[in-house]
T-cell receptor, first 112, second 111 residues
Framework: GDSVTQMEGPVTLSEEAFLTINCTYT??????LFWYVQYPGEGLQLLLK???ADDKGSNKGFEATYRKETTSFHLEKGSVQVSDSAVYFC???????????WGAGTKLIIKP | NAGVTQTPKFRILKIGQSMTLQCTQD?????MYWYRQDPGMGLKLIYY???????DKGEVPNGYNVSRSTTEDFPLRLELAAPSQTSVYFC??????????FGDGTRLSIL
């Protein structure tokens, strides 16, 4: 079945470091791909999305490119801030399916 | 813009008690979802609904029930609370081909 695999956390970085959180997927068709962020004590918020191959989603300095050839949707940011500390979830959705398939989440800790 | 509203925000139950977690959305979304999130873990789908009068089981439905009498409301019922149901519960909604919108969650402890 369809699945999403994220790199295990926690990922600990210093402020202004470059961030990559890996996400790969398996799907029988052409899913839409999402990154959600969960700040401490809060619900999940959509961070960015991409709906077809080679699309790049971006928001708040974060970017992710839909790579069909490597079935990946890695999250990147050039210079992280302490306020980026959160749990990041990768997810996919097939148009034919009502459900999102979720990764396990990656906790990101940014130290000043 | 209210979005997805969950009540209560916190609750402590005794083993064997029952309660209903409320979820309402004002975006006229057809699809609604209930998830649980255990500490340090990802989301597990409990139940979902594709429209009023239609519900279906997710990954972990045992011990829960839902109903969807209106488009706006999707309550989650725990009939006999057990310690294993201690978790944070999230409700979400979406329309076709759009991302899910989440509520702020209900933190539930069963003691």
């Amino acid at each position: 079945g369809d699945s999403v695999t994220q790199m295990e956390g926690p990922v600990t970085l210093s402020e202004e470091a470059f961030l990559t959180i890996n996400c790969t997927y398996t799907a029988t068709g052409y899913p839409s791909l999402f990154w959600y962020v969960q700040y401490p004590g809060e619900g999940l918020q959509l961070l960015l999305k991409a709906t077809k191959a080679d699309d790049k989603g971006s928001n708040k300095g974060f970017e992710a490119t839909y790579r069909k050839e490597t079935t990946s949707f890695h999250l990147e940011k050039g210079s992280v801030q302490v306020s980026d500390s959160a749990v990041y979830f990768c997810a996919l959705n097939m148009d034919s399916n009502y459900q999102l398939i979720w990764g396990a989440g990656t906790k990101l800790i940014i130290k000043p | 813009n209210a979005g997805v509203t969950q009540t209560p925000k916190f609750r402590i139950l005794k083993i064997g008690q029952s309660m209903t977690l409320q979820c309402t959305q004002d975006m006229n979304h057809n699809y609604m979802y209930w998830y649980r999130q255990d500490p340090g873990m990802g989301l597990k789908l409990i139940y979902y609904s594709v429209g009023a009068g239609i519900t279906d089981k997710g990954e972990v439905p045992n011990g829960y029930n839902v109903s969807r009498s209106t488009t706006e409301d999707f309550p989650l019922r725990l009939e006999l609370a057990a310690p294993s149901q201690t978790s944070v519960y999230f409700c979400a909604s979406r329309t076709a081909n759009q991302p899910q919108h989440f509520g702020d969650g209900t933190r539930l402890s069963i003691l």
